[in-house]
């Protein structure tokens, strides 16, 4: 197993497939990558299947024992289930996903041994989701979760980022997964650090504030030290799961953060929010992999506040300071 210099173990990995989209959401981090691009655009840069495969097979000898595929649109993938069936036994596969493509193929996830999906929803309303989204695509979300769900792919998680735009829809969200059983709900706190617009974030102390009444009990999470809420559905005979993610500004999140992230080039990342320390791997033979993989872990800060920082218009910018150091 690789520790960091933090005491943290590498349990994880953070998979971008690709950085093309069907989407255009307002708030996109893409991961830390800058925008999105078109769904058709050529995909030379993007690691080939094997390339996928290979970097699982070495994260598994370290006894990593989950990948997350993400993206853009991981499903914009077609080798995404032969990635999956590949993926090395033992080891928990999950997607993060916009929904759309997950009719008609969720059963096929499901096969290739897929464990579980969250699927992107920021609103129960078709406008708001437009709105969010540039898309038009509200009801292929909508039957993508069903279609997860009938699959067996679950829990499925909603993924919903609070921001001005959709934070008045947070009961409506939390009511909705507390009555519908395979369904559980993450609010996501914007974060601005590289989608700009700081203006849009709203206080997730809130939003706590507002689960702790709600809630019949609450636990923490070992990742990140996630707060989950366990709050009643109307009639009382169910219950639905709620989980906030709070990085922005969070030192005891970075401190429970246990993964490293690769983008779709194949390059390795210690944290989602940090772009300069890029390590590409090499021709991905399984001793480059080996290599960077040692030298991401040990290279690891131990909170993005360290090198992420505003600046006297709110905006987060890079401490010059830190990079210099
Ligand atoms: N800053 C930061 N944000 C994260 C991190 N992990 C997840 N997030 C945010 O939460 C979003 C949703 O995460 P998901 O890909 O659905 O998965 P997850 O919540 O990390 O994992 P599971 O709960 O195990 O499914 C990400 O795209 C990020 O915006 C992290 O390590 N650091
Ligand atoms: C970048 S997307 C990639 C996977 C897939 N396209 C999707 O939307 O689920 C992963 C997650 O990041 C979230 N996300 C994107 N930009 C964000 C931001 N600025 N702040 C918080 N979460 C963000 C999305 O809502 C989504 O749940
Ligand atoms: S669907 Fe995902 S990757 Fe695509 S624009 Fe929205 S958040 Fe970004
Ligand atoms: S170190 Fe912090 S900001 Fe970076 S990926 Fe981990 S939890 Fe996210």
């Known amino acids: 197993m690789l520790v960091d210099g933090f005491g943290r173990e590498l349990t994880g990995v953070r998979v971008s497939l690709t950085d093309r989209c069907n989407f255009d959401c307002v708030y996109c981090h893409n991961e830390g990558l800058g925008d999105t691009r078109g769904p058709m655009e050529p995909a030379d840069d993007e690691m080939g299947t094997d390339d996928v495969v290979r970097f699982l097979e070495v994260v598994a ?17 077609e080798d995404l289930e032969e990635i999956v069936r590949r993926a090395p036994d033992g080891m928990e596969t999950s997607l993060t996903t916009n929904g759309t493509f997950l009719p008609g193929r969720a059963e096929a996830l499901c096969e290739a041994g897929l464990d579980r999906v969250n699927v992107s929803q920021d609103a129960l309303d078709p406008t708001a989701f437009e709105d969010v989204t540039q898309s038009t695509q509200y009801d292929a979300v909508l039957e993508g979760v069903q279609a997860a769900v009938d699959a067996g792919l679950t829990p499925v998680k909603l993924n919903m980022v609070v921001f001005e735009q959709t934070a008045g829809y947070v009961p409506e969200m939390v009511d909705h997964v507390a009555a519908n059983e395979g369904l559980q709900l993450q609010l996501i706190e914007y974060m601005p650090e590289l989608a700009g617009r700081p203006e849009w974030a709203v206080d997730i102390d809130r939003v706590h504030g507002w689960l702790e009444e709600q809630a019949d009990r609450i636990e923490h999470r070992e990742m990140h030290d996630r707060r989950r809420y366990w709050v009643p559905d109307d009639d009382g ?24 992230r690769v983008t779709h080039e194949g390059y390795l990342k210690g944290c989602l929010n940090r772009n300069d320390d890029l390590k590409p791997m090499g021709e991905m033979t399984k001793p480059d992999i080996r290599e960077t993989l040692r030298e991401t872990v040990e290279d690891r800060v131990p909170y993005y506040g360290e090198y992420m920082i505003r600046d006297d218009d709110g905006d987060w910018v890079i401490n010059e300071e830190y990079i210099g150091a």
């Open 61 to 77: 000898e370290f006894g990593v024992g989950k990948v997350k595929f993400t993206g853009g649109e991981p499903m914009l993938r």
């Open 237 to 260: 005979d169910g219950e639905g799961m709620v989980e906030i993610v709070d990085p922005v500004g969070n030192e005891e999140f970075c401190a429970n953060c246990h993964r490293v």
